[in-house]
Nanobody, 123 residues
């Protein structure tokens, strides 16, 4: 499985971006899809996941939304009301065979990772 993340860029604080993650493979609908981010000098943090349900990190809840289009093998991260602290490289990830017993806030649950797309929020 290959993941291709796109949609990052430079945006002013308060603005919006939509990230996309296109996946290869025939069983995309079975995957749990996640988004993580890594700011300069910091660890990679969980942002959101989508599987049988969705879950958003508290730090972005109310501003970010995760969605997916299984017909297009693509997951999305809609980011609104962006803040300076949202500046990071955003990574998408996929886990084979979604299970409701797994903790998809943990990076260790994922089998495949995209290359990352940089989001820079300016003042």
């Amino acid at each position: 499985v290959q993941l291709q993340a796109s949609g990052g860029g430079l945006v002013q604080a308060g603005g919006s971006l939509r990230l996309s993650c296109a996946a290869s493979g025939r069983t995309f609908s079975n995957y749990a899809m996640g988004w993580f981010r890594q700011a300069p000098g910091k660890e990679r943090d969980f942002v959101a996941w989508s599987g049988g349900s969705t879950y958003i990190a508290d730090s972005v809840k109310g501003r970010f939304t995760i969605s997916r289009d299984n017909a297009k093998n693509t997951a999305y991260l809609q980011m609104n009301s962006l803040k300076l602290e949202d500046t990071a490289v955003y990574y998408c990830a996929a886990a084979r065979a979604y299970s409701r017993y797994s903790d998809y806030t943990s990076s260790g649950q994922y089998d495949y990772w995209g290359q990352g797309t940089l989001v820079t929020v300016s003042s």
